[in-house]
């Protein structure tokens, strides 16, 4: 069957007007060969240089996957083991006063499991053991146990380039570098903001100002200890190059990178985060009702939203770089998968249901959740319905379980976590737990 990429191509644009979205790379493999690259928009709103499938883009959170896998290069070199505590490699690490901190584990780092609640990012600690003392500070809430929680931590996902350090004797940057980007000949993919600034095709990222109704350029960010899971800079061509490890199992064309036992670890559905989707070891593992599994990462960073993963089933890689931040590059993404497989467009990844809540029942819902990283969620009732108040901007809800409600707008889910008292203390939104912090709505 001949693929047409009309639609898809149609549906981008009408989601780069809406979404402000200066300029995307969209590159998609099937069995090790190219079958669609394509540039959209431009790279530079000033000099309208236009995107191209070479342009370099930052990949953010896509980022953790590379970090995962240098860890799995790692335990299957026997080097170190996913169940071994962290205090093995970093002897003062602790969270908060947690009696099991000399139980986390590398597995914990990995599947974002350690029980620490959002923290506020601090790009200005330049060094691991700074970090170290950051995570450990007592006022830091936590969730519970370790590996009873999933909540999305880059403060303790980056320990993993101290543990990399520690083991190689290199830098993390250099270990990368060096083990991964090197013998994957991507030759445009770099941690180096220096590096970025020296090449040319180089896209400019921005951030969409609402009020001004307004794109502003905004600097490469330095990220400090948190290019370990965000600071990869890389084109979509690239990251096919690199999306072929998965599908050939670990196998290089002049040998092997990793086992196939190993590798086939990072995409195992360690923890549940919603109805669908499970977490491994970086990547996100759905399983739509064609039957096919999802592996995939999404990324978000100021100028940047991105989206990367693979189908095992038919050896399928896609990549999707921007250079705007909030953009919905997991959709464009989604809409690139459905496209190569020929089916409708619009195949989510999975539906919620729908549940109908008596008003008595909507009660324990209501409240203000947030954490120290500044993300804040009211909910709220207005009319006998429910309303979620997000980054200023009020949608509508309705339930899918007795402990689930959707965003209307987006059909995003929103878990809540129900005591003793059927009341709920903490949701699960935006890949975050975020405890309650407030009765009052």
Do not use: C
Not at 76 to 95: A, M
Not at 323 to 338: F, G, K, M, Q
Not at 403 to 413: A, D, N
């Amino acid at each position: 069957m001949k693929l047409t990429w009309t639609t898809f191509e149609h549906r981008l644009q009408q989601t780069m007007e809406r979404e402000h979205i200066p300029g995307v790379a969209v590159a998609v493999s099937k069995k090790g060969k190219i079958i669609y690259k394509k540039g959209f928009g431009v790279k530079n709103i000033d000099t309208k240089e236009p995107v191209t499938p070479q342009t370099v883009f930052g990949t953010a959170s896509i980022t953790k996957s590379v970090t995962a896998l240098a860890i799995m290069k790692l335990a299957d070199e026997g080097k170190l083991s996913v169940h071994d505590p962290v205090v093995t490699y970093i002897p003062n690490f602790q969270l908060a006063d947690s009696i099991y901190s000399d139980t986390i584990t590398i597995h914990h780092l990995l599947t974002h499991t350690t029980g620490l609640a959002p923290i506020k990012r601090r790009e200005e600690l330049a060094d691991y053991e700074a970090h170290v003392t950051y995570v450990a500070d007592p006022q830091h809430a936590l969730l519970g146990k370790r590996g009873e929680y999933f909540s999305y931590s880059n403060d303790t996902f980056l320990l993993l380039g101290a543990i990399i350090e520690r083991v190689t004797g290199k830098t993390y940057r250099q270990y990368i570098t060096e083990s991964l980007l090197k013998p994957l000949q991507m030759e445009r993919s770099t941690f180096s903001v220096e590096n970025v600034q020296a090449m040319d095709d180089v896209s400019t990222p921005y951030v969409f100002n609402p009020e001004e109704d307004h794109l502003t350029e905004v600097a490469w960010p330095t990220l400090g200890n948190y290019e370990v899971g965000g600071g990869l800079r890389s084109t979509v061509l690239d990251l096919m190059t690199y999306g072929n490890v998965y599908i050939n199992r670990g196998k290089l064309n002049d040998g092997s990178l990793i086992s196939e036992s190993f590798l086939e670890k990072m995409w195992q559905p360690y923890i549940l985060i919603d109805r669908h989707t499970s977490y491994g070891y970086a990547f996100k593992v759905t399983r739509d009702r064609d039957g096919n599994t999802l592996v995939e990462h999404s990324g978000g960073q100021q100028g940047v939203s991105s989206n990367f993963g693979f189908l095992l089933e038919h050896d399928l890689v896609v990549a999707v770089l921007t250079n705007v931040s909030d953009a919905t590059a997991n959709r464009i993404w989604l809409e690139a998968v459905n496209t190569a497989l020929g089916r409708s467009i619009d195949e989510p990844r999975g539906t919620e249901p729908s549940f109908s809540l008596r008003l008595a029942m909507k009660e324990k819902f209501i409240g203000i959740y947030g954490a120290k990283d500044g993300t804040r969620v009211t909910i709220f009732v207005d009319s006998n319905a429910l309303h979620a108040r997000i980054h200023e901007q009020t949608y509508s809800l309705r339930a899918s379980d007795e402990e689930t409600l959707v965003i209307k707008e987006t059909e995003k889910p929103i878990r809540f976590f129900i005591d003793n008292q059927q009341r709920a203390w903490a949701i699960f939104f935006g890949m975050k737990m975020l405890p309650r912090i407030d009765e009052e709505a």
